[in-house]
């Protein structure tokens, strides 16, 4: 059982920034992939971003130039670097791990509420 623990959110004025992180209690360097999730009041939850086992990243349109996804393998921890943040990026931020190379579970977060606002 891999746990996920999020950390970092809070209340930011437009166009400033925030770093998440989400320390996993498993060895990181072997997930299929990890990524980061919002989830706004009202709507779905989307996926903003991945990692990938090898270090690759690929973003949503919407974040694609704010947003920066990294990890640190010896800490067992992945970040999230907010930049120029608009009030549309208020959400409940979400960790997602995603381990097995046959059967793939899925690991989540608690969350952590990020409110863009002035």
């Known amino acids: 059982q891999v746990q996920l623990v999020e950390s970092g959110g809070g209340l930011v004025q437009p166009g400033g920034s925030l770093r998440l992180s989400c320390a996993a209690s498993?060895?990181?360097?072997?997930?299929?992939?990890m990524g980061w999730y919002r989830q706004a009041p009202g709507k779905v939850r989307e996926l903003i971003g991945i990692?990938?086992?090898?270090?690759?990243?690929n973003y949503d349109d919407s974040v694609k130039g704010r947003f920066t996804i990294s990890r640190d393998n010896a800490k067992n921890t992945m970040y999230l670097q907010m930049n120029s943040l608009k009030p549309e990026d208020t959400a409940v931020y979400y960790c997602?791990?995603?381990?097995?190379?046959?059967?793939?579970?899925?690991?989540w977060g608690q969350g952590t509420q990020v409110t863009v606002n002035s």
């Open positions: 990692i990938t086992r090898d270090g690759n990243t």
């Open positions: 997602n791990a995603v381990i097995g190379d046959f059967l793939k579970l899925h690991y």
């Open positions: 498993g060895s990181i360097s072997s997930f299929n992939s």
